[in-house]
Structure formats: structure tokens, C-alpha cells
């Protein structure tokens, strides 16, 4: 079993719509979160990041922690087509950035 | 302008052939790695640096080496490439170690794709 789990997707949705990206893991001593996003033929940009368990919110982007379930969400509103690229999730667990990441979930919005 | 680069950005080389990679930061920063990013797998870190001449093997290190004499430098060496290490390469670099306040985290450069033949 890998440490993170994130279903690759495609995903496919129309401009405005509301997104939802998941990722679980095992390790139960993650404590820090975070969301990439990576353009096609770029290197992977810090979207949000989030220590332990909870919310946050940066505009259109909301990031959530459940750490008893072991399952972090990231929450695109109102998406454009410029939201199209591969979400990764990543973890750490001692603060050391030894990133655990998931395998990238493919989005497109369609206009 | 705070960037992470990488050269090649393209290399299509044969087995047995050494090459390196090289990434440079502009921004100070102690921490340095190396992932590389395959179908399926997601990215998987190679080696990584907490500050000059200090290394460390991630989880992928076998086949690899790196070097880190000077801050703002971490070579990737492949000494003797193979089909297997065609891959998308990355590496990346942060300021510090993570941190509940910490707004910022790694920062990754533009990749280097990899064809052993």
C-alpha cells in the first residue's frame, strides 16, 4: 500500500463549477499538508499548505485536514479554464521536507 | 526574480554514458532535492541536502549521486545511466524546515526529462 493515495483522474468539468480533490494516506504521523499544482511542462507550484487538522481558505482554494480519517480535500469554487493542470497532494511527517506525494489528479475545466 | 533552474532541460543519452544535471537556486536557501516524477508513481524524492556538504538518500537513491559544495548548487550525477532512470526530473529547494507557521514551502524548478536509450 502506498503511502498517499490520490485518484489520478481525468477529471473533467464546465467553467464555475465546484471542484473536489482528495487524497488519503496511512501514515498517521503526517503532520503537514500541502496541494500542488503543475502545469503541463512546469514544475509543481505550492498551492496551499495546512499543519495538522482544519481549514483554510485563499480565495477560490480551500484546503481541509481530517486527520482521524486520515483524508485531506482541496476545494476549487467557481473554476476557470486556467485551473486546468495535475493537483498533488503531499505530506511530511516530521518537518523535515521529506515530501510524500501522491500520484497527481489531472484536472480540465472546460469553458 | 526567486527561481529554481535546471539544465538540460532535455537529454536523450545512451547507457553507461555519465552525465549530470545541474540545479541552482537564487535564494539562499539551505535546503535541497532531487525527485524524479514517473507515470503512476507520482514524484519520489532522490537525495536531498540540508545544507552544504550535507546529504542525504531519499527514497529512490540507488543509481544516483549528488554533491553539495557550495549553497546555492546540488548536481544531480548519473555515473553510469540506464533505461530504467529515464524519467522526468525535478529539483527543488526551501528556505527551512516546515513549520505550523510557515507560509511558504518548496519551490521546484522547471524539470529535466531524462531518455536513456
Known amino acids: 500500500q502506498k503511502e498517499v493515495e490520490q485518484d489520478p483522474g481525468p477529471l473533467s468539468v464546465p467553467e464555475g463549477a465546484i471542484v473536489s480533490l482528495n487524497c488519503t494516506y496511512s501514515?498517521?504521523?503526517?503532520?503537514?499538508f500541502m496541494w500542488y499544482r503543475q502545469y503541463s511542462r512546469k514544475g509543481p507550484e505550492l498551492l496551499m499548505y495546512?499543519?495538522?487538522?482544519g481549514n483554510k481558505e485563499d480565495g477560490r482554494f480551500t484546503a481541509q485536514v481530517d486527520k482521524s480519517s486520515k483524508y485531506i480535500s482541496l476545494f476549487i469554487r467557481d473554476s476557470q479554464p486556467s485551473d486546468s493542470a495535475t493537483y498533488l497532494c503531499?505530506?511530511?511527517?516530521?518537518?523535515?521536507?521529506?515530501?510524500?506525494f501522491g500520484t497527481g489528479t489531472r484536472l480540465t475545466v472546460i469553458p | 526574480e526567486a527561481q529554481v533552474t535546471q539544465n538540460p532541460r532535455y537529454l536523450i543519452t545512451v547507457t553507461g554514458k555519465k552525465l549530470t544535471v545541474t540545479c541552482s537556486q537564487n535564494?539562499?536557501?539551505?535546503?535541497m532535492s532531487w525527485y524524479r516524477q514517473d507515470p503512476g508513481l507520482g514524484l519520489r524524492q532522490i537525495y536531498y541536502?540540508?545544507?552544504?556538504?550535507?546529504?542525504d538518500k531519499g527514497d529512490v537513491p540507488e543509481g544516483y549521486k549528488v554533491s553539495r559544495k557550495e549553497k546555492r548548487n546540488f548536481p544531480l550525477i548519473l555515473e553510469s545511466p540506464s533505461p530504467n532512470q529515464t524519467s522526468l526530473y525535478f529539483c527543488?529547494?526551501?528556505?527551512?524546515?516546515?513549520?505550523?507557521?510557515?507560509?511558504?514551502?518548496?519551490?521546484f524548478g522547471p524539470g529535466t526529462r531524462l531518455t536513456v536509450l
Open positions: 527543488a529547494s526551501s528556505l527551512q524546515r516546515l513549520a505550523p507557521s510557515l507560509t511558504d514551502t518548496q519551490y
Open positions: 501514515n498517521s504521523a503526517f503532520q503537514y
Open positions: 495546512t499543519y495538522s487538522s
Open positions: 503531499a505530506m511530511d511527517q516530521t518537518g523535515a521536507n521529506n515530501l510524500f
Open positions: 535564494m539562499n536557501h539551505e535546503y
Open positions: 541536502s540540508m545544507n552544504v556538504e550535507v546529504t
